[in-house]
């Protein structure tokens, strides 16, 4: 079956830049999508099809796309950033979603 | 404002059935694509299924940990999506959540357990 893969942890200290990578084969033709998840809450959708930012999510958040990767990075990282990145996207025919396994960001 | 509200978690016990709801509000629910989303304790996100629209053929996809357990079901008259899971088995305890992509709903907690 088809898989995503991110690294489990991610650490930086406030106000540098994090980035979180995303690896699957189909990446190069479908869009990926990231959520941030905080302890006991829904996951919040930071960024969609690899590089737009939802309104109301801060310009610190961006997306890009090289060929079976997407990055997430997140400049000038704030302590509230803290929590758990998921990427998602689809398999190559488009009818099943699948999503990373997650990556815990890490504000030192 | 975009509200998916889900209902219906609970305990059950291995072999058992459960049926989840989420009611829609604030979109177009007829011309949305719907999926169920869960997440077991602890662990990641896991896509379950999705039910497209009429207009679209209306196709459910599923998972193949779920499939032929649970179906998927809509009612745009209501603006309902639904979830009937069947031979419940304790790898299924986790939260369901229904979303439609950019939204997700505060998710509904079901716990298979003897």
């Known amino acids: 079956s088809y898989e995503l893969t991110q690294p489990p942890s991610v650490s930086v200290s406030p106000g540098q830049t994090a980035r979180i990578t995303c690896s699957g084969d189909?990446?190069?033709?479908?869009?990926a999508h990231w959520y941030q998840q905080k302890p006991g809450q829904a996951p919040v959708m930071v960024i969609y099809?690899?590089?737009e930012r939802p309104s109301g999510i801060p310009e610190r958040f961006s997306g890009s796309s090289s060929g079976t990767t997407v990055t997430l990075t997140i400049s000038a990282v704030r302590a509230e950033d803290e929590g758990d990145f998921y990427c998602h996207s689809a398999d190559s025919t488009g009818s099943y979603w699948v999503f990373g396994g997650g990556t815990k960001l890490t504000v030192l | 404002e975009v509200q998916l509200v889900e209902s219906g978690g609970g305990l059950v016990k291995p072999g058992g059935s459960l049926r989840l709801s989420c009611a829609a509000s604030g979109f177009t629910f007829s011309n949305a694509w719907m999926n169920w989303v869960r997440q077991a304790p602890g662990k990641g996100l896991e896509w379950v299924g999705r039910i497209k629209t009429k207009a679209d053929g209306g196709t459910i996809d599923y998972a193949a940990p779920v499939k032929g357990r649970f179906t998927i079901s809509r009612d745009d008259s209501k603006n309902m999506l639904y979830l009937q899971m069947n031979s419940l088995r304790t790898e299924d305890t986790a939260v369901y959540y229904c979303?439609?992509?950019?939204?997700w709903g505060q998710g509904a907690l079901v716990t298979v357990s003897s």
């Open positions: 099809k690899d590089n």
């Open positions: 979303t439609i992509l950019l939204d």
């Open positions: 189909a990446l190069p033709k479908r869009y």
